[in-house]
């Protein structure tokens, strides 16, 4: 259920910062006519990049 479209993983000094963008939850730009909305992630998403995100940061803080 999890779609990114962007996945950062970064470690410096103070510990690791991950930077993620699920497309469910991205910004969609019409041009004609002019309009921006949002797709809301589905209930099933959510849970899943909950999951994932408790996941990481199991695996992230022991290194």
Sequence with gaps: ?????????????????????HFGASEVVNRLPG??????????QR????A???RLHSLLRNH
């Design 1 to 21: 259920p999890l779609d990114f479209k962007r996945l950062q993983l970064q470690r410096d000094e103070q510990g690791w910062l991950v930077r993620l963008e």
């Design 35 to 44: 309009f921006r909305r949002y797709i809301r992630l589905s209930a099933e």
């Design 47 to 50: 849970g899943a990049l909950l």
């Design 52 to 54: 994932a995100f408790k």
